[in-house]
């Protein structure tokens, strides 16, 4: 009995403490976002009004009020604007504050966190998403250029518009097209299928590469020859290195379209079929 009641003891003692709180912000005048998270899910959707309207979830965990104490204090969220543009970066002791703003983190934290961002903006905004681990990142409706970056988690993006790259590591890449890209736009994952798909009528330059999935398209093709690349000089020798992409034309050509994973499938859909 008493093994078991210290037992419990030691488990009381080690229960984690969640500080949970909700805020919203409105900021006009935005035509460029950009979210840095680290932890925690970004969805944005396009609305008809001219703010940009964000709801802030955020959690803060430890094992005792100390450590909670300390997240508090390190733990915040930046805000920068300049002009047009603004930036809501989740800020602490891992950012080098470097040109970069790399993040690099040492051993055991003694706490944890999570910024979960519900964003409602005006459809033509550009935008800038980036998180780390836990995470997903939606977009529905928006018409901007995009950059969208994630490492553990998936991407998905429906009925989008405008051109830009949808990267993650850890995840698939599910992207659905409002209208076809006007400009180059790369998908890659490491571990995750790209499942991307066009109105009809699509005309672009496409350049494909997996290493364990299959390449599979509705749209008819045609062939197109891949650029020879540059040699190397090593040891009075010349060295041609292959990327082993595949290229095919769809339509007429257009912009480059490419798409880049390793453990997973590249689809290339018709949306209308």
Request: hydrophobic share 40%.
């Amino acid at each position: 009995m008493r093994a078991i009641l210290a037992m419990l003891a030691a488990a009381t003692a080690f229960a984690q403490i969640d500080d949970r709180s909700t805020e919203h912000k409105s900021y006009a005048g935005v035509h460029e976002l950009v979210i840095d998270n680290i932890r925690g899910d970004i969805e944005v959707t396009a609305s008809t009004g001219a703010s940009v309207e964000v709801e802030i979830g955020k959690t803060l965990s430890a094992r005792s009020q100390d450590r909670l104490a300390i997240a508090k204090k390190e733990i915040s969220l930046a805000e920068r604007r300049e002009g047009g543009l603004l930036e809501l970066m989740v800020d602490g002791p891992f950012r080098c504050h470097c040109s970069d703003n790399s993040i690099n983190f040492h051993g055991d934290q003694l706490y944890s966190f999570n910024y979960r961002f519900k964003i409602s903006v005006p459809k033509n905004i550009s935008l800038d998403l980036r998180t780390v681990n836990s995470s997903d990142i939606r977009v529905q409706g928006t018409a901007g250029d995009f950059r969208i970056s994630n490492v553990n988690g998936g991407i998905e993006m429906r009925d989008v518009e405008g051109s830009g790259s949808v990267h993650t590591v850890n995840g698939g890449v599910k992207v659905t097209f409002a209208r076809n890209p006007a400009g180059a736009t790369s998908f890659k994952s490491v571990n995750g299928t790209l499942d991307v798909a066009f109105p009809a009528g699509l005309n672009a330059d496409v350049r494909m590469k997996t290493m364990n999935g299959g390449m599979y398209t509705d749209f008819p093709v045609s062939a197109v020859p891949v650029a020879a690349s540059q040699p190397e000089h090593r040891d009075g020798k010349l060295l041609w290195r292959s990327n082993r992409m595949t290229a095919v034309r769809i339509g007429s050509g257009g912009p480059e379209l490419s798409f880049e994973t390793l453990n997973g499938e590249v689809l290339i859909r018709n949306r209308e079929k």
